[in-house]
Nanobody
Framework: QVQLVESGGGFVQAGGSLRLSCAASGSIFNAMGWYRQAPGKQRELVAA???????NYADSVKGRFTISRDNAKNTVYLQMNILKPEDTAVYYC??????????????WGQGTQVTVSS
């Protein structure tokens, strides 16, 4: 059974930094990433990284957030700098496997709250 254990959320003032971590059980995932969901809004991709190290970021976080992963530990990190009040959301870790036939299977963490005060 796959488990994703997140840590690192919290409360910070605007301009501050936080680092999220997500440790996954099981074998290496093809891609891992972070999504977020603010109250009244849909869940959105923040950043993702493949097992080969290719990254993808939402435009709103480019230049401020950095995603990285340690394949040996099956862990993904999100370094968040210059945080803004609009970054306030529940952040969810995602792990994805590419299945035979071209489909994907997603696994999710329980979510961690990030609150940025102005």
């Amino acid at each position: 059974q796959v488990q994703l254990v997140e840590s690192g959320g919290g409360f910070v003032q605007a301009g501050g930094s936080l680092r999220l971590s997500c440790a996954a059980s099981g074998s290496i995932f093809n891609a891992m990433g972070w999504y977020r969901q603010a109250p009244g809004k849909q869940r959105e991709l923040v950043a993702a990284i493949t097992s080969g190290g290719s990254t993808n970021y939402a435009d709103s976080v480019k230049g401020r957030f950095t995603i990285s992963r340690d394949n040996a530990k099956n862990t993904v990190y999100l370094q968040m700098n210059i945080l803004k009040p609009e970054d306030t959301a529940v952040y969810y870790c995602n792990a994805r496997r590419y299945m035979i036939g071209g489909t994907t299977r997603d696994y999710w963490g329980q979510g961690t709250q990030v609150t940025v005060s102005s």
